[in-house]
């Protein structure tokens, strides 16, 4: 009986220091701080991964009750600088790139799915000096994540397409049939979603619906993208690839647009997932 005992007070010293772990704030050698609210189960998050993610984030305008639920503070919803689950749009981008909030990624390492962490960012691993859109200069930054699934990236490459394929239009764009597709082309009206990846003409990559593993949807003829993609997309079929080449003036002209210098041609590889 007396050994009994011994092992129960044992396992109950053991769970004890176990839930105490969990509960810790972990404060790394950067300044960035995190506490696990839930652990979650399985894969965890490394670098070059694909995540999707659910989060909510805030300006620290004080440093009182850093790890509590702030999405329960009404006084805190002033400072909020976004929230996806009032959207209902889960996020999904390659950590380690520094495509979410910036100083966030060492924050997520090692989440597993199902897991919810709270993230604090100092301002120098944030926005610093600078700051930006609703965040201050020298701003720390909070971030509640949940870590909704984890993916291998998918990296990808511009297709090899022959020139002999190549036609031109009037208004210059230049488009490639490489697989024909089934049914009718899409046209206006027609709700289309499509996987694509853009890049410039030195092959340099700036976007790709594919490695985001996000299809894109779209109406026709409602100018919800640029003018060489309204022209393109309408030489597509369901299940068919083509290659646009869209010179500025039916793309985004003498405005420079993230990593698009102004006056680019673009070359789109687009993959026609569906037409509605």
């Known amino acids: 009986m007396k050994k009994i005992l011994i092992a129960v007070a044992i396992l109950c010293l053991v769970l004890i220091i176990s839930c105490s772990k969990k509960n810790e704030v972990?404060?790394?050698?950067?300044?960035?701080?995190?506490?696990?609210?839930?652990?979650?189960t399985g894969r965890e998050a490394k670098e070059n991964d694909l995540c999707t993610i659910h989060f909510a984030g805030w300006i620290v305008n004080d440093t009182s009750k850093l790890f509590s639920d702030w999405r329960a503070d009404q006084n805190k919803m002033q400072f909020s600088i976004g929230d996806s689950k009032l959207r209902n749009q889960p996020l999904k981008f390659v950590i380690g790139t520094n495509s979410f909030i910036k100083g966030s990624d060492e924050?997520?390492?090692?989440?597993?799915?199902?897991?919810?962490?709270?993230?604090?960012?100092?301002?120098?691993?944030a926005y610093g000096e600078a700051g930006i859109g609703p965040v201050p200069p020298n701003t720390d930054l909070k971030v509640v994540v949940?870590?909704?699934?984890?993916?291998?990236?998918?990296?990808v490459e511009m297709w090899d397409v022959p020139e002999s394929l190549i036609k031109e239009i009037p208004s210059g764009l230049k488009y490639a049939i490489v697989v024909e597709g089934e049914g009718a082309n899409a046209d206006s009206g027609k709700v289309v979603t499509v996987n694509y990846s853009g890049f410039l003409l030195d092959g340099t990559k700036f976007d790709s619906s594919v490695e985001r593993d996000e299809p894109f949807s779209l109406i026709l003829g409602m100018k919800q993208v640029i003018p060489g993609w309204e022209e393109g997309l309408k030489f597509m079929k369901k299940g068919s690839k083509v290659r646009l080449i869209v010179p500025p003036q039916l793309g985004y002209g003498a405005t420079e647009v993230g990593k698009i210098p102004a006056n680019s041609t673009l070359i789109f590889d687009v993959e026609m997932i569906d037409i509605q």
């Open 107 to 125: 924050g997520i390492y090692g989440m597993k799915i199902g897991g919810k962490r709270t993230i604090v960012i100092p301002s120098k691993l």
């Open 146 to 155: 949940e870590l909704v699934d984890v993916k291998d990236r998918v990296v």
């Open 26 to 40: 972990v404060t790394l050698e950067s300044g960035l701080q995190f506490l696990d609210d839930s652990l979650g």
